[in-house]
């Protein structure tokens, strides 16, 4: 069982900066995948970028390469989501989430394991 807590929200203006942390409270992220997914008011749950455990590929939303940056800290038990040049279409709740697999998976109900989320608000 794997329980993860995000945190490092917030409301922030255009142009700002957030690193989210997810925390793997019980057990190891070291064997798994970390994905980062987003959900907007109104709108589906989508996968934001997501770093493997085997060779730390990583992979990124096309809207946000370039912006953002995930990484991982296996010794802490956590991964980050560095987001800097935040717009406000970034606005949403972000959530990390781990597969029952060393390698990213592309399909949302491919992850087993999610955290809570944690409200970001980009606006001036």
């Known amino acids: 069982q794997v329980q993860l807590v995000e945190s490092g929200g917030g409301l922030v203006q255009p142009g700002g900066s957030l690193r989210l942390s997810c925390v793997a409270a019980?057990?190891?992220?070291?064997?798994?995948?970390i994905g980062w997914f987003r959900q907007a008011p109104g709108k589906e749950r989508e996968g934001v970028s997501c770093?493997?455990?085997?060779?730390?590929?990583?992979y990124y939303k096309d809207s946000v390469k370039g912006r953002f940056t995930i990484s991982r800290d296996n010794a802490k038990r956590t991964a980050y989501l560095q987001m800097n040049n935040l717009k406000p279409e970034d606005t949403a709740v972000y959530y990390c989430?781990?597969?029952?697999?060393?390698?990213?998976?592309?399909?949302?109900?491919?992850?087993?394991?999610w955290g809570q989320g944690t409200q970001v608000t980009v606006s001036s």
């Open positions: 989430a781990v597969p029952l697999d060393s390698v990213c998976r592309r399909g949302i109900y491919e992850y087993d394991y």
């Open positions: 770093i493997s455990s085997s060779d730390g590929m990583t």
């Open positions: 019980g057990g190891t992220l070291d064997y798994y995948a």
